[in-house]
């Protein structure tokens, strides 16, 4: 029991770091933002799995222990129960007296058949010895308290076959056709497969997504009020086909795969004339960087202008779905598109997409601009939904709207209804054992009351804390004898 | 209606510090309290006997011996002027529990939902809740009365400290929190931490008290009025043994709305992190109450530290980490 104790501390205290450093599992940005802050500290840190406490070798130690004492602990304790269960209740003592509760002089008309029926009634368990009565109740505590143990195994059994057999795929998803995903590996942005899955079991799950619509409705501080993803679901892993809506808190529940809206944002649609006189167009999707979403993002041309790696060009730069009347343009008013505008700076310039190094879509590659390879083509630039912007060489960028975009997150765990179905019965074994009260009566005959019946005496004896016991007793001893003998009755001594 | 439930807390604070003030007065000066036992050393005690035997003189002589003790267990005559304090407190307790919870329903009104959609509104609620318990406990046993003194400070305290710090305009409720699950999940940690609140005080002054009865000197001469130290004891256990199962319960809903809102029912956010600290915390101390081997006042110790990290989740979590439980401005 205190090895438990101890453990149960070391699992708290082991706890903590996981709340007070960022963590791989939660926010992964936050991570790197922390190996930036402190380059030094970081990596003595991470060695130490601290950005993974949770699945930290350490930490893993802790709850396992916890568990091999716990099961050390209640195996012994269910095979005791269950010889106890099967057990008859112990015989009485031999000094009554002595025993918490005591009661004297009760007369018994039915003989200690009758007294035992009426126990029995009062779901007592009963064992009658000749004519002396052991009965004891309260094995609920003991059924609950063991309940709830195996029920903890329960949970972490469905916590292991949930990261071992589950999945998830992250994936932004743009309103229209053309920005429609399947449910592979290769077409999530982001994605993270149990030890036991492999790519190819995915096929199991396969169905496909458009975002047809994107609707939210903001108050006009740009609180949000509500959120609803329209879409078309098809695959032939996909048992609801067609258009259906979700939102935050009502996921799309498909066969087995669920898919959640975690967020949304503006992609702007921007054309781009290069100095041939061909067009390109690109939907880049800017990410919110607060919550009336002034948002971040670039839009990259790599395949222009004659194909020359030195005059890729790409645009970089701030969207606010409500620009202020005059600048600066810093920050979006409102959460709505109410006046769309782009604030965006040209580079033109290798882009640096060929080193094979994968970087992000959101963001330039800062090297090929300190190294000099990118270079910034005249300054800033507000653009207005329908504008078009000259550069210095002749070539244009059009700004012709935006699209909407959802950041979904697919999921599969197989084990949460094990977890489920363990925490109702960890509850309901908590309840029992908390409530539950384990005592037992004795009654033993110590004379004959004459045509009254026999005279017994009664003695009790809780099993723990129990305050309000004397008042049970009591309370049982009058409602199954028949009253308390006459005074002037003499003892005739004890029987048997 | 927003205006008339700021104006209610006002009122709610104010209460609470008077029925905090009257249960220092009915301490020092109420018939019952230290100051009148320390006061009315032989003198009073010899007027009662004198009066009782000069009433039953030629009859009782020989009961003349028991007639302090019969003096000391009725109100002492200063104390019959004063005697009306201790109910005083619990009424003015009452009136300020009254404002309170007005405070509350006339936010709820205000927003058009319940009254828990953001920091501010959640303290609210859970002091409530300790509010309620507390007088429902107070009821049952007017002898705990006085202890009144710490719970009022505690709730005027963190009454305070929300209205300061935590105040934020009425708005109705953001989309991640718009959930049946939000009436489920919050009801329940409100209702577990409200009870904790009092189960903590009570295991506070067990510590005390218990300090006091082994000869410890001031400060734990504080705990001279205090219940003794077992009743103490066992009312923060059985107030944690209440409360556990339904933090349990809080918890078990929260993840069931986790799965609902960001798809994963448990995934180490900082508010899941502390509240699972505090659960294993909470499950440490139980096991430690049952366990005959383990002093008891180890597991009020466990007790103090679990309330600690109730306040770490409560107030450190919203206002250090950033995580998936930050909403509406804290």
Known sequence: MRTALVLLFLLALAAVPGSVLPQRSVNIEDVNAYFAAHPDLAPVLDRLWAFDVFTSPWFSAIYLLLFTSLVGCVVPRLADHVRTLRSAPPDAPRRMERLPQHAEGLVVRGGPQALAAALRRRRWRVAVRGSTIAAEKGYLKETGNLLFHFALIGVLVGVAVGSWYGWHGNRLLVAGPDGAFCSSVQQFDEHGLGPRVSPGDLARFWFCLELTDFEASFLDNGQPVSYAAHVTVTGPAARRQGPATFSVNSPLRLDRANVYLLGHGYAPILRYTDREGRAQTTTAPFLPSDDLLTSEGVAAFPDVNGHDRALQMAFEGLYLPTAPENGPFVRSLHPEERSPALMLIAYRGNLGLDAGIPQSVYKLNRRQIETGRLVQVGDAKLLRVGETWTLDDGTTLEFLGTKRWVALSVRYDPGEPIVLVSVVLLLAGLVLTLTGRRRRVWFRPVGTGGADGDVYEAGGLPRGDYPGFAEEFAALVRDVTDGREARDVREVGRAG | ?330
């Open chain 2, 1 to 330: 209606m927003a205006a008339l439930s700021d104006q209610l807390l006002v009122v709610a604070i104010l209460g609470y510090l008077a029925a905090m003030l009257l249960a220092a007065a009915a301490y020092a000066f109420g018939g019952r309290g230290a100051v009148a036992r320390a006061a009315r050393p032989a003198r009073e005690r010899e007027l009662v006997g004198a009066a009782l035997a000069g009433r039953r003189e030629g009859t009782a002589r020989d009961r003349v011996p028991e007639a302090p003790a019969t003096g000391s267990s009725q109100p002492a005559a200063g104390g019959a002027r004063t005697g009306w304090l201790g109910p005083a407190t619990v009424g003015v307790f009452a009136l300020a529990a009254l404002a309170h919870l007005a405070t509350a329903v006339t936010r709820g009104l205000a927003a058009g939902r319940m009254p828990w959609g953001n920091m501010y509104e959640y303290v609210l609620s859970v002091t409530l809740v300790g509010a309620v318990a507390w007088l429902a406990l107070v009821l049952r046993r007017p002898a705990l009365r006085h202890l009144g003194l710490y719970v009022a400070l505690v709730l005027a305290l963190l009454l305070g400290l929300t209205g300061m710090v935590l105040y934020v305009e009425v708005s109705p409720l953001v989309p991640a929190l718009n959930s049946y699950w939000f009436i489920v999940h919050v009801s329940a940690a409100t209702l577990a931490s409200g009870t904790l609140l009092v189960g903590f005080v009570a295991a506070a002054l067990f510590l005390l008290r218990s300090r006091y009865e082994n000869g410890k000197l001031p400060p734990h001469s504080l705990a001279r009025r205090l219940p003794a130290a077992d009743t103490l004891e066992a009312l923060a256990f059985r107030l944690h043994a209440f409360a556990f199962p339904i933090w349990t319960f809080a918890i078990a809903a929260g993840a069931i709305w986790a799965e609902a809102a960001w798809g994963r029912y448990w995934g180490w956010d900082p508010k899941e992190t502390w509240a699972f600290i505090s659960w294993v915390v909470y499950a440490g101390y139980l096991h430690a109450r049952l366990t005959p081997s383990v002093k008891r006042n180890v597991a009020a110790w466990i007790a103090v530290v679990g309330w600690l990290t109730m306040m770490m989740n409560l107030f450190g979590v919203n206002i250090f980490f950033e995580g998936l439980h930050s909403y509406a401005g804290v």
